[in-house]
């Protein structure tokens, strides 16, 4: 951590997140975008942009104190922003709905809070997040060996 908890910096993030996720409403309907969105419409520079202005909401939440496992739940948050973000249309349609910093800021609001609630909690997220990739990456091996073995059968 770099040094006490700036006053105000919460209120910042929360600012952020709102510009960034949900500052304009389409009239008539319930759907709100932020400048995230937008940036999202400019290939491959407009992902990187957002993800910097994401990369600020972690860094104030470590400033504030919160625990690895939160912070690693942001990022998470913030990779999936990005990746899916990255592909065009279908990333520009994730990003009404993703709101990767609206996310973000209530995990910090959690953890300032209930510190040892939300620890305990982006702890289990961590955890099946990781439990997810090992069975994603256990299936993926299998489906080559399988894919290997049928393409020898076919050889011989």
């Known amino acids: 951590m770099s040094g006490p908890p700036v006053p105000g910096h919460a209120e910042r993030v929360r600012r952020l997140a709102r510009v960034m996720d949900s500052a304009v409403g389409i009239p ?12 999202g419409l400019v290939p491959g520079v407009g992902d ?8 600020y909401v972690v860094l104030a939440a ?5 625990p690895a496992s939160v912070l690693l739940r942001m990022l998470v948050n913030v990779g999936v922003d990005t990746l899916v973000g990255s592909v065009p249309l279908l990333g520009d349609l994730f990003d009404l709905g993703w709101r990767s ?11 300032l809070a209930d510190p040892r609630g939300a620890r305990a909690a982006s702890r289990a997220v961590v ?17 080559v060996v399988a894919l290997l073995r049928a393409l020898l059968a076919l050889a011989t």
């Not at 008539?28 to 940036?39: K, N, Q, W």
């Not at 470590?62 to 919160?66: F, N, P, Q, S, V």
């Not at 910093?101 to 953890?111: D, G, K, P, S």
């Open 48 to 55: 990187v942009v957002g993800a910097a202005a994401a990369g």
């Open 62 to 66: 470590a400033r504030l104190g919160a």
């Open 101 to 111: 910093n609206t996310r973000n800021v209530a995990l910090l609001e959690r953890h």
């Open 127 to 143: 955890v099946g997040v990781l439990v997810g990739l090992a069975l994603l990456a256990a299936a993926g091996i299998f489906l």
């Open 28 to 39: 008539g309907t319930r759907v709100r975008f932020g400048l995230d969105a937008v940036l």
